[in-house]
């Protein structure tokens, strides 16, 4: 599959944004990688608007793909024209764990690209409570172009990769960046039992490394645990949970212990338990 402008037709105006869309791609994506764009809409026969994150290109694609169906591709060139490849999929089943993951990634991080772009990016949305700092976080999704429809979509792909979790694990994987402001790539776990509830946050601190807090609520009062990709950025990690993560947790950021973190799990959560699974197509495991 070539992207290319395929509608300008001699128009200054569209050749500009198409323009515009492929260099975004190419400043985006490396050859090699996997990328799920959404069909979107034809423009004419064999010429059909592809949309990737929040990307949406033209291009020339085989078959009769339904509107909203995902399409996996892989990059083989950037330049001088974007060729990706389609990876066929088995007809009438959904696209593996793995492609899901895969698009879960690209929309994550579009999403965080566009935080970026704000004064402050993600402390914006600090507060002392968790339901105060979710309010501030919608509010500032509702004011970036297109974050809202990012978001929804990465909720779609969330609920696709949660039907994959074992039922008798009562695991679900969330995105909710309101529960710690500053980190980026946040993933969060959470397992629920009749006597507990163990929540698994992961993301990445700047200048800090990966981190992943483990929160354990069982009884009157909650546990946790921390591990670091970098163990000698303890402190530093501290102080942040102290400021932006743990107020009205009733946790004191300096009691928590401190180990190193796993080298496969340092991708997060959810790479390392695609990892693990023998068939990532069928159901994750859950090992931590």
Request: hydrophobic share 40%.
């Amino acid at each position: 599959m070539r992207i290319g402008d395929y509608s300008s037709h001699g128009h200054q105006n569209d050749s500009r944004s198409a323009f515009q869309r492929t260099q975004a791609f190419r400043r985006r994506f490396q050859v090699g990688q996997t990328v799920v764009g959404r069909f979107l809409r034809w423009e004419r026969p064999g010429l059909a608007w592809i949309g990737i994150s929040d990307l949406e290109l033209l291009a020339g694609i085989d078959g009769n793909p339904a509107p909203g169906a995902h399409i996996v591709f892989l990059v083989m060139q950037l330049e001088p024209d974007i060729i990706l490849k389609e990876i066929p999929q088995t007809p009438g089943t959904a696209i593996s764990l793995k492609e899901e993951a895969t698009f879960f990634f690209q929309l994550r991080d579009t999403l965080e690209t566009r935080f970026d772009r704000l004064q402050n990016n993600t402390q914006l949305w600090s507060g002392p409570t968790l339901p105060i700092r979710r309010k501030l976080f919608f509010e500032h999704i509702r004011a970036i172009p297109h974050a809202r429809k990012l978001l929804r979509d990465i909720q779609l792909t969330l609920r696709h990769i949660n039907s994959s979790f074992p039922p008798e694990h009562n695991a679900k994987l969330h995105y909710a960046p309101w529960h710690a402001p500053g980190l980026l790539r946040h993933e969060c776990l959470i397992r629920s039992a009749p006597s507990e509830t163990e929540i698994i946050e992961y993301g990445h601190l700047p200048g800090c490394g990966a981190v992943q807090l483990h929160l354990l609520f069982s009884g009157k009062h909650p546990r946790a645990r921390l591990e670091l990709e970098l163990p000698r950025n303890a402190e530093a990690v501290r102080k942040h949970l102290a400021d932006e993560h743990l107020p009205g947790f009733g946790i004191s950021a300096q009691d928590i212990p401190v180990s190193p973190l796993a080298a496969n799990h340092a991708r997060g959560t959810l790479a390392n338990r695609i990892a693990l699974s023998p068939h990532p197509s069928l159901r994750l495991n859950l090992k931590v």
